[in-house]
């Protein structure tokens, strides 16, 4: 497969044409951002450990009937991906409070959340991603009401396969972000599964395993991602 000409540079990956115009390469970088853009930095590794964790994570979520965009690791820092046309929203799933829903709620961190919260995010960083609902998408055309339940569906589906990896694990899965593309007319699992998507914690001690260690100034990012990627058998 050969790389071609850059379609999108991200904050954190590079997106390639392919000579199959079915096929994208992604590139992860080095780069770590936070707070829109407003917080950048270089980590050495962290290009190739996000890329292979997610290579990781997406297949386990395969082999659990989840469809996902992923189709062959190409190097420390690639992945050869299908090409999707990607729904402008994030699907929020959270497990326990953190982030910004205690400061849109007024609640504490920490706290149980059963059932899990579900919530649709536009993509817009100009915007700051505001929260939209399922009325919101329909009404500005940008997925259809099958699609919704069917994102909301895998969303879920997702939730139970990786709580219960990462709490074998002995972590927390906190929260997660997931965006989903149309291929050849279905809903497909896109973008990434990494630390930087998602907040691990520690079981017993609560210490933080994902980008909050960037976010929150508490150093060893890089050691905190390879850390969970031990842990649940993710090779590095």
Same mark, same amino acid.
């Given at each position: ?5 850059? *379609?999108?540079?991200?904050? !954190? ?6 000579? #199959? ?12 951002? !936070? ?7 270089? *980590?050495? =590794?962290k290009g190739k450990v996000n ?6 994570? &997406? ?5 659990? $009937? ?6 062959? *690791? ?8 299908? +090409? ?13 409070? !953190? ?12 706290? =149980? ?17 505001? &929260?939209?609902? #399922? ?33 074998? !694990? ?10 989903? $593309? ?8 896109? #973008? ?19 980008? #909050? ?8 990012v890089i050691e905190a991602y +390879? ?10």
């Amino acid at each position: 497969m050969e790389k071609k000409a850059e *379609l999108y540079r991200g904050k !954190a990956k590079t997106v390639y044409t392919t000579d #199959d115009p079915k096929r994208l390469i992604i590139h992860f970088r080095n780069d770590t951002s !936070a707070f829109d853009g407003l917080k950048i930095e270089q *980590l050495e =590794d962290k290009g190739k450990v996000n890329n292979k964790f997610n290579y990781f994570i &997406m297949q386990k979520l395969e082999a659990a $009937g989840i469809p996902t965009q992923m189709e062959e *690791l190409l190097n420390d820092n690639e992945v050869l991906v299908k +090409k999707l046309d990607m729904v402008p929203v994030e699907c929020v799933v959270r497990n326990v409070s !953190a982030g910004s829903i205690c400061k849109r709620l007024g609640v504490e961190e920490g706290r =149980d959340l059963n059932p899990p919260t579900f919530e649709f995010f536009l993509k817009n960083d100009a915007l700051h991603d505001p &929260m939209v609902n #399922d009325s919101h998408i329909a009404s500005f055309g940008w997925a259809t009401e099958d699609q919704v339940k069917t994102m909301k569906e895998y969303s879920m589906k997702i939730n139970e396969v990786l709580k219960k990896l990462f709490g074998d !694990a002995g972590m927390i899965l906190v929260d997660y972000k997931l965006e989903f $593309g149309l291929y050849e007319g279905k809903i497909v699992l896109g #973008d990434e599964f990494s630390p930087d998507g998602c907040r691990l914690w520690d079981k017993e001690t609560r210490k933080k395993l994902d980008k #909050d260690r960037f976010r929150q100034d508490l150093g060893g990012v890089i050691e905190a991602y +390879k850390e969970v990627a031990s842990r649940i058998g993710c090779p590095i």
